[in-house]
């Protein structure tokens, strides 16, 4: 399997007033198409820094960052856009759901910006909904979701136009115990499936669930078990 990212030399710095902040450090990173990986640090390390910038929702400061083959510093604002669309899934702690729109209507969203046709929306909003076990739930509002079934609905519209990378920040943080590790078992699916999945999390209990860990401290990445964490 193929190389999916690769950054080199990434580096993110925040200026306040007079001071310099070296968030991220010269950041080497490669994940391959299929892997599981989860990026372990504590509070404040930089951990959704460095995932906005894989995401393409920020930029670094300097390096360089490869998506699927494409040099990211070379897109303008536009492609940026149907990047985040049509390869990435992203899946948030506090899950970001539409209110007022049903699971149903708030997975079919990503197929809509894609242009979909009604029958291909109708036919893989179902199936991805039934993937995560929510087959008779399509029609609930989130508010009539408990907050584990709404984690679900996130990674159905995450995973509905088949991104590239699956994004998770700290998609558990929300969570008690329990329906943590049943999102967990959703993911290690997912993964078996061949997605591929960033995770990131403080919680090395919920990184051992990944195929491969690197710890993020002060901005620097290493690679590592999660014993040492
Ligand atoms: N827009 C910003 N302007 C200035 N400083 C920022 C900005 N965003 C983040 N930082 C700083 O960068 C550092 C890393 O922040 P980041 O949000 O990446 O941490 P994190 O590892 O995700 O932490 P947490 O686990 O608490 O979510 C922090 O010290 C934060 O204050
Ligand atoms: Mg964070």
């Avoid at 029958?119 to 991805?128: I, L, Y």
Wanted: one cysteine or more; charged letters at 25%.
């Amino acid at each position: 399997m193929g190389e999916i990212l690769r950054m080199q030399n990434i580096c993110k710095d925040y200026v306040m007033g007079d001071e310099i902040q070296h968030v991220l450090k010269n950041i080497d990173l490669t994940v391959d198409e299929g892997e599981f990986l989860a990026v372990l640090g504590p509070s404040g390390s930089g951990k959704s820094t460095l995932m906005n910038i894989i995401g393409c929702l920020d930029v670094p400061t300097s390096g360089d960052y490869w998506l699927d083959g494409l040099h990211v510093a070379d897109e303008d604002e536009k492609t940026l856009a149907r990047i985040r669309n049509q390869r990435i899934g992203f899946i948030f702690q506090s899950f970001y759901l539409l209110q007022k729109q049903t699971a149903f209507q708030n997975v079919e969203l990503p197929l809509l910006y894609a242009n979909a046709s009604a029958k291909e929306r109708r036919e893989r909003t179902e199936e991805v909904l039934k993937l995560v076990g929510l087959g008779d739930k399509m029609d609930h509002y989130p508010s009539q979701l408990s907050g584990g079934q709404q984690q679900r609905v996130a990674i159905a519209r995450a995973i509905a136009n088949r991104p590239s990378i699956l994004l998770a920040d700290e998609p558990t943080g929300a969570l008690d115990q329990h329906t943590g590790a049943q999102v967990m078992e959703l993911f290690e699916n997912l993964h078996e499936e061949g997605n591929t999945i960033i995770m990131i999390t403080h919680d090395a209990k919920i990184a051992s669930h990944a195929s491969r860990i690197v710890k993020i401290l002060d901005g620097c990445i290493s690679e590592g078990a999660v014993e040492d964490a």
